[in-house]
């Protein structure tokens, strides 16, 4: 996307472009140039407009993929929504697209960035979204106030910090989220967010994942159990010199880098998310033009936010998977990677460069249709998402290049989303999304396909010593969002509960306890199951549940917790809260 800045000349562009969009209402023109826009098209002066563009071949939305990204595509209806200054315009005419501008969303593209009344933190005019330094100064803040649950780690500089005399730019630094207390080596979880500068909601929503994290530690069981024997890791900024653009009201999509002969300081920069060296410029998905969006750089990772996440990536995950494009990660592959995006509702996964199905595509696909369970996105391979290439992506580096179960969140429906709906839509949506993320990185490529475990109940919550204690759940093997397809289903066969031991602690021998059909007989694909607790041998205080379940095709799903208390004489129990996590 064309990266802009406001100039002085704002409002009489802004009148002008209003003006043009009239003169041409209803249907587009039927070919050639649309009266909407400036007779002369032959400098890089005037624009930005947001168009709708009309097409009659789905082909054509392919050849897009070195020119510019869509806003949208509306293949039912033969439009896509995108924006440009006269060389994107001049290339979608040349591509025979049919242009109709969009008035609103162009004079929404060039209003100036205005805080409402009152705000004092935040974007201007976005309170709900951090800045750059508000959100470093959150993450250093709960580093600091939890050391044994926080570190913050310093992984690199950006451009502009790079470069001598110019824009002081930034530290690029990730959240690293475990209990330090306990010994790993334990499964990760990556999430990178606003590798897009202009995209408001994913930094947000990664900071707000890390405070939930944090918050619910000893409150939630699963919360508890995953920062236990999990790790999480959080580069909450992506792109900070972009990010300071995008604050201003730019539409800035790519990094700062001005020196790969881009001469237009409103457009110069590398498109980060088209600079991995897995798949660089390999097959007509990004653009060799310095000054388009979809920049792909003057070679892979030549960026230093791309070098510090690919060194972070190859540090901290184990390479699972063999060269050649047909060699699969091992089934029993551990740690998953989420880029963080905005916008279009979407779970997305490799290969984006091409249509052929990666190795371990089923699989992928079982993890991004539970995934968008949650957060109820469409969930498809990332190559369908226009039916073209993108080639150097994070996504395809990450399971490309080390076998990671690697996906892409495109989150909302704008790029500055609206606080309303990012607080009311976005978060309680992908918050569960991240948390079931979380839980299976240990086996991402296993646990999706088995049930899940929901409604746990302790009957009593709360018991003395040498007591017996009801524990009740529900096995659901049917939780995949069906948008786009469905995924095979199948009857419960098992289930089983440890008490404080999970099965995967090294030097313990943990027992399961069989969790029994409540209707007497495994014969569906949602079972109510139960079991008889003893709390005989159990020292008085917290203790956490560990439940999962096991489909007739032989499928342990996730692993769910809840938390028993036992007290002994005169004793007292302190205030916590049960949640339903994923």
Request: charged letters at 20%; a negative charge; aromatic letters at 10%.
């Amino acid at each position: 996307m064309m990266a802009t800045t406001v100039r002085p000349s704002l409002i009489l562009l802004l009148a002008a472009v209003l003006l043009l969009a009239t003169l041409a209402p209803g249907a587009p023109a039927a070919g050639g140039q649309p009266p909407d826009l400036p007779g002369d098209l032959s400098t890089e002066e005037g624009g930005p407009w947001v168009v709708r563009a009309y097409y009659d071949d789905r082909r054509m939305v392919a050849s897009l993929a070195a020119v510019l990204e869509p806003w949208e595509v509306h293949h039912d209806e033969g439009w896509l929504l995108a924006a440009g200054g006269p060389r994107e315009i001049r290339a979608l005419l040349d591509l025979g697209f049919r242009l109709e501008v969009d008035a609103a969303r162009t004079a929404e593209l060039l209003a100036p960035r205005v805080a409402l009344e009152g705000q004092v933190a935040g974007i201007p005019g976005f309170p709900c979204y951090r800045t750059v330094e508000e959100t470093y100064a959150s993450a250093a803040a709960l580093a600091a106030a939890h050391p044994d649950l926080a570190t913050w780690i310093d992984v690199g500089d950006s451009w502009d910090k790079q470069q001598p005399g110019g824009a002081p730019g930034y530290d690029l630094w990730v959240l690293r989220l475990t209990n330090a207390q306990l010994p790993g080596p334990k499964p990760k979880l990556f999430v990178l967010a606003s590798i897009h500068a202009r995209e408001y909601a994913p930094a947000e929503l990664a900071t707000r994942f890390a405070e939930h994290l944090v918050g619910s530690y000893g409150l939630d069981a699963d919360v508890t159990w995953l920062l236990d024997h999990h790790e999480i890791h959080l580069m909450l900024q992506g792109n900070p010199d972009g990010r300071k653009m995008a604050e201003a009201g730019d539409l800035w999509r790519k990094n700062t880098d001005s020196d790969d002969g881009c001469t237009n300081p409103a457009v110069w920069g590398v498109d980060l998310n088209r600079n991995f060296g897995f798949a660089w410029d390999c097959c007509g998905g990004s653009s060799d033009y310095p000054c388009s969006e979809t920049y792909h750089g003057p070679g892979p990772a030549s960026e230093p936010e791309t070098v510090a996440v690919q060194d972070y990536l190859r540090a901290e995950f184990p390479d699972q998977r063999l060269p050649g494009l047909d060699a699969p990660a091992p089934a029993d592959a551990t740690g998953v990677f989420v880029d963080l995006h905005s916008y279009g509702d979407l779970v997305l996964w490799p290969w984006g460069f091409d249509d052929t199905v990666a190795p371990n595509g089923t699989a992928l696909q079982t993890l991004g249709r539970k995934m968008a369970y949650w957060n109820g996105a469409i969930p498809e391979q990332a190559w369908y998402l226009y039916r073209y290439p993108t080639d150097g992506t994070t996504d395809d580096f990450a399971y490309g290049d080390l076998g990671l179960a690697a996906f892409t969140f495109e989150v909302g429906t704008e790029f500055f989303e609206e606080c309303g709906r990012f607080e009311g839509t976005i978060l309680p949506g992908n918050l569960p999304a991240l948390l079931y993320a979380a839980k299976v990185a240990r086996t991402p490529y296993q646990a999706p396909a088995g049930p899940d475990v929901r409604d746990l109940a302790l009957l009593p919550e709360v018991v003395g010593v040498d007591a017996t204690i009801q524990v009740r759940a529900t096995l659901d093997d049917t939780r995949y969002s069906t948008l786009g397809g469905n995924e095979p289903t199948q009857n419960i066969a098992e289930g089983e509960l440890y008490v404080d031991l999970p099965p995967w602690v090294q030097g313990a021998t943990p027992a399961a306890q069989p969790l029994l059909p409540l209707d007497g007989a495994f014969d569906a694909s949602v079972e109510e199951v139960w079991a008889s607790l003893s709390t005989a041998g159990l020292e008085p205080g917290r203790h956490v549940l560990y439940l999962r379940g096991r489909d007739a095709e032989g499928h342990w799903g996730a692993f769910s917790a809840h938390f028993l208390y036992v007290i002994g004489h005169q004793a007292y129990l302190p205030v916590v809260r049960q949640q339903q996590t994923p």
